[in-house]
């Protein structure tokens, strides 16, 4: 069964994209089929997988216009093992329609930094909601604003939503504030706070510049490390879903 999962957070710069593609190749590295949907008219998350936002034939947005089916539009990542739904600024024409991807077993949506008609169809389509988070005083602000879009969607159209899990990216263990922030959200959302905590790495900032995920630009960094931790987490959290399901 196919778990499609939105990675979201109208703040931008707070590791959306470098999670989406490093998630996604985590998963990829343990055999898992992957889908990464780009859904931000930036393409970033396209770039970063060194896919030419520029030259791919249809996008995101043709899919979601119904001008063109997924099979036609998805690339495969050139090394990172797993299949790609570009994005590029045509998206910012895209109206509303239900995105259908099967025959994965991840899907990753990588969402625009505001809560726009674009989020809204990420989060229609997709089973939970992974939200990177840096530990700053205004981040949590920020939070309320998106759990509540998360309940609405919830309370209209997709019932089935939740919120997946908070990522604290970024993370630097000698800022206080980080520190603190770090505690309020484990006393707030206790599990749902992942244990992997993805630390501040250059390794993880120059990866894209190479097209790649950081698993294959430096696999030993304390980035990659981070996110085969996370997929590990996904990986055993889904386990114990469907335990519990038969
Ligand atoms: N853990 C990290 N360590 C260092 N730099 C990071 C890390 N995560 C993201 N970055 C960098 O921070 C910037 C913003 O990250 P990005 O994933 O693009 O955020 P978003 O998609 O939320 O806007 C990018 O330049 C990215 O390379
Ligand atoms: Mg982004």
């Given at each position: 069964?196919?778990?499609?999962?939105?990675?979201?957070?109208?703040?931008?710069?707070?590791?959306?994209?470098?999670?989406?593609?490093?998630?996604?190749?985590?998963?990829?590295?343990?055999?898992?089929?992957?889908?990464?949907v780009?859904?931000?008219?930036?393409?970033?998350?396209?770039?970063?997988?060194?896919?030419?936002?520029?030259?791919?034939?249809?996008?995101?947005?043709?899919?979601?216009?119904?001008?063109?089916?997924?099979?036609?539009?998805?690339?495969?990542?050139?090394?990172?093992?797993?299949?790609?739904?570009?994005?590029?600024?045509?998206?910012?024409?895209?109206?509303v329609?239900?995105?259908?991807?099967?025959?994965?077993?991840?899907?990753?949506?990588?969402?625009?930094?505001?809560?726009?008609?674009?989020?809204?169809?990420?989060?229609?389509?997709?089973?939970?909601v992974?939200?990177?988070?840096?530990?700053?005083?205004?981040?949590?602000?920020?939070?309320?604003?998106?759990?509540?879009?998360?309940?609405?969607?919830?309370?209209?159209?997709?019932?089935?939503?939740e919120?997946?899990?908070?990522?604290?990216?970024?993370?630097?263990p000698?800022?206080?504030?980080?520190?603190?922030?770090?505690?309020?959200?484990?006393?707030?959302?206790?599990?749902?706070?992942?244990?992997?905590?993805?630390?501040?790495?250059?390794?993880?900032?120059?990866?894209?510049?190479?097209?790649?995920?950081?698993?294959?630009?430096?696999?030993?960094?304390?980035?990659?490390?981070?996110?085969?931790?996370?997929?590990?987490?996904?990986?055993?959290?889904?386990?114990?879903?469907?335990?519990?399901?038969?």
């Amino acid at each position: 069964m196919t778990r499609i999962l939105a990675v979201a957070n109208q703040k931008g710069g707070v590791g959306k994209t470098t999670t989406c593609v490093n998630l996604a190749a985590s998963l990829a590295a343990t055999q898992r089929r992957v889908l990464l949907v780009d859904m931000d008219p930036q393409g970033n998350a396209t770039m970063g997988c060194g896919i030419n936002k520029m030259e791919v034939e249809n996008s995101t947005c043709d899919v979601l216009l119904g001008d063109a089916t997924a099979a036609d539009t998805i690339v495969s990542a050139p090394e990172g093992g797993f299949a790609v739904l570009p994005g590029n600024e045509d998206l910012t024409l895209a109206e509303v329609k239900l995105l259908q991807e099967i025959l994965y077993d991840f899907v990753l949506i990588d969402c625009p930094p505001s809560i726009n008609m674009l989020t809204i169809n990420a989060l229609t389509a997709a089973d939970g909601v992974l939200i990177p988070m840096q530990c700053e005083y205004y981040a949590l602000e920020g939070l309320s604003s998106l759990l509540n879009t998360i309940e609405q969607v919830r309370d209209s159209v997709n019932p089935g939503l939740e919120m997946y899990g908070i990522l604290r990216t970024m993370f630097d263990p000698r800022i206080n504030l980080s520190n603190e922030v770090s505690m309020q959200l484990i006393e707030h959302f206790d599990r749902k706070v992942f244990r992997t905590v993805v630390p501040r790495n250059i390794r993880l900032a120059e990866a894209p510049s190479f097209g790649r995920p950081v698993l294959l630009h430096d696999r030993s960094s304390r980035g990659a490390i981070a996110y085969l931790a996370l997929a590990g987490e996904v990986l055993r959290r889904e386990d114990a879903r469907m335990a519990k399901a038969v």
